[in-house]
């Protein structure tokens, strides 16, 4: 079985499934992105025997795939040389329904022939991390047997064909809903059929309400739409990709479960959808945002919490499965839940922020939230100036990171803004005073007189690209001597031709091989912005070419091969798309 990052996905903000360029479901976790996958065959190094659900066509010479405009509906279209042919539409239902957003742990597959084809469907469904299932069968239907759930294939195709994977002449279009262990109610073929009209109608008018730049647009909505997909919408939790165990290059190692809610990764992503006018992602977050702030009782927030808001992420090892090309582990879980990692505050309140200023909003923020917000900023003064893992989360070692300082600065800074925003003045003035003492120790701490730029640590002169960021967090202008020849020194240190490294020095695991995708846009960020903007269209313009055929991105990149590395679809490489889109594209006004 082929594998690279010739992926697409499909889902509904519930469940989620990675389809190859064969149009084989390959990676799906039910009943939510980190549950157990039924389909897991992405890890399975080439030629699983369980994990994957193909729908093949004999003889095939040619196989083309692309979206529904402006959905994540995948339509794969496989040909002979005769002329025969299959369609096949794949989906996960999502659209309102009786008040409610029906979202079901459920994929649906229509196929519809073209011609006389003849066909074969495998249908091997995982559970346990790679274990095949037992299955049971009626007239109408498959059930596989998971340890933890049963799903039911109902379908109108010949459920022996599909029991015996033999193949067989495809004279109509057949529809398979696989789903919950319940009987289907209505008839399958209509019900599938005006699934796929209300999914696709639910996509359209999401995808209109965005605000797109004119230039990249289909690059824009694209990422948009993934990033909507990684949102956990029961709970507005924001995944930081729907994969584990993608390593960040060859036999790294650096195999790791991103099916969880980094507040920093959840940070970036409603900034650049804010940046759209996807408030609805937003409002979602926030929501789960207020229930780790009320739980944390003004006390130590984690990296990163479950889907569920769960704060123990234990992490193991998982042996059935080789992992990706056959590179393990495949890991379950998360250490970096145990870390310490002081960002978190600066993007807790920066994510909250917009919500006293933004009367759109179904629920704008009031006094509660500003004193609830006010616990975190009492920890952000308290941590700022204090050792932490840092954003990269480094296992073994420890530093005063001024990233992470910026962001508790961000956090007091923000917090004033909120307070001038309900008519607080005295807690204005007070957030704005210690905001003032955070800047000046942080200037001092982190600036290099010697070397004219500030190091990436207190302790050190450390190069490092997040210390680009302290643009985006307006700690430094881009007039600022200071951050020109920072930058210039970040360029020159971590830049390998149109790539950046997130650093060059050993880590846990050695020295890093790839680059890191969103660093390269957070760096065409900064060249735009102090006036580089033909080289920053350049190198945005390579990064849109590096898109996978579904126009996504992993977490990495080989700088010398270009090959895509790391979890998939990651949410930060897509936020770098949206962003540097917006900021480059010419106005509306140039076109209307």
């Known amino acids: 079985m082929q594998q690279d990052m010739n992926l697409w996905p499909i889902g509904n903000c519930q ?38 659900w193909a729908i093949e066509l004999e003889d095939r010479v040619s196989t083309t795939q692309g979206y529904l405009r402006n959905t994540p509906i995948l339509v794969t279209t496989h040909m002979d040389d005769r002329g025969n042919g299959i369609e096949i539409t794949d989906f996960c239902p999502r659209f309102s329904r009786e008040g409610r957003v029906y979202r079901p742990t459920s994929y649906v597959r229509i196929v519809r022939p073209i011609g006389s084809p003849r066909i074969r469907i495998a249908l091997r469904v995982a559970t346990d991390w790679g274990s095949p299932t037992q299955r049971t069968q009626g007239s109408n239907h498959i059930r596989y047997l998971m ?17 015996a994977e033999q193949w067989f002449r495809l004279e109509r279009p057949i529809h398979m809903f696989l789903g919950p262990d319940e009987s289907f109610a209505g008839v399958l073929s209509e019900a599938s059929r005006a699934m796929l009209e209300r999914t696709t109608h639910e996509w359209h008018h999401w995808v209109r309400g965005l605000a797109t730049p004119v230039e990249w647009q289909a690059v824009v909505i694209r990422a948009a739409i993934t990033l909507k997909l990684c949102q956990h919408e029961e ?10 165990s993608l390593p960040e290059h060859a036999d790294s190692g ?32 926030l929501e789960y945002l207020r229930n780790i702030v009320d739980a944390a009782k003004g006390g130590h927030i984690q990296p990163l919490y479950g889907v569920g808001g769960e704060p123990t992420l234990i992490e193991r090892v998982e042996d059935k499965l080789p992992g990706y090309r056959g590179m393990g582990p495949v890991r379950v879980g998360n250490q970096a ?110 600036w290099r007189e ?143």
């Open 147 to 163: 340890t933890h759930q049963t799903l039911r294939l109902t379908t109108d195709a010949p459920v022996g064909h599909i029991a």
């Open 450 to 592: 010697e070397t004219q730029r500030m190091s990436a640590t207190f302790g050190g002169d450390d190069l490092d690209a997040s210390i680009i960021q302290l643009l985006d967090l307006r700690f430094l202008s881009p007039d600022d001597p200071r951050f020109r020849s920072t930058l210039d020194a970040v360029e020159e240190g971590l830049r390998r031709g149109s790539h950046m490294l997130r650093y060059a020095t050993e880590d846990d695991f050695g020295l890093p091989h790839t680059a890191f995708n969103v660093c390269t846009f957070w760096l065409i960020e900064a060249l735009y912005v102090t006036g580089r903007h033909e080289d920053a269209r350049a190198l945005f313009e390579e990064m849109v070419a590096r898109c996978t055929p579904a126009g996504l991105l992993s977490e990495d990149i080989d700088p010398n091969t270009g090959e895509l590395w790391g979890n998939y679809p990651q949410t930060y490489s897509l936020v770098g798309l949206i962003n540097c889109a917006v900021l480059l594209s010419k106005p509306w006004s140039a076109v209307r």
């Open 254 to 285: 650096r195999n790791w479960d991103y099916r969880y809610c980094w507040i920093r990764d959840a940070y970036y992503t409603v900034q650049a959808l804010n940046r759209l006018g996807a408030l609805d992602v937003l409002e979602g977050y």
């Open 235 to 244: 709970t507005g939790a924001i995944v930081a990709a729907l994969t584990t």
């Open 337 to 446: 839940y145990e870390q310490i990692q002081h960002d978190a505050y600066g993007q807790i309140v920066l994510s909250d922020v917009q919500a006293f200023f933004d009367t759109r909003l179904f629920r704008m923020s009031g006094l509660e939230d500003f004193h609830s917000l006010e616990r975190v900023g009492e920890r952000a003064w308290a941590k700022y100036d204090q050792p932490d893992a840092g954003l990269w989360e480094l296992r073994t070692k420890s530093h005063v990171h001024t990233y992470s300082a910026a962001m508790c600065w961000a956090a007091c800074d923000r917090l004033a803004n909120a307070a001038q925003a309900l008519g607080l003045e005295e807690r204005r003035a007070f957030w704005q005073e210690r905001a003032d003492l955070m800047r000046e120790t942080i200037e001092q701490a982190a």
């Open 15 to 52: 469940v989620s499934a990675l389809i190859d360029s064969l149009g084989r479901f390959v990676w799906g976790c039910v009943p939510r992105v980190d549950g157990d996958p039924a389909f897991c065959a992405l890890l399975g190094d080439g030629a699983p025997e369980t994990g994957y």
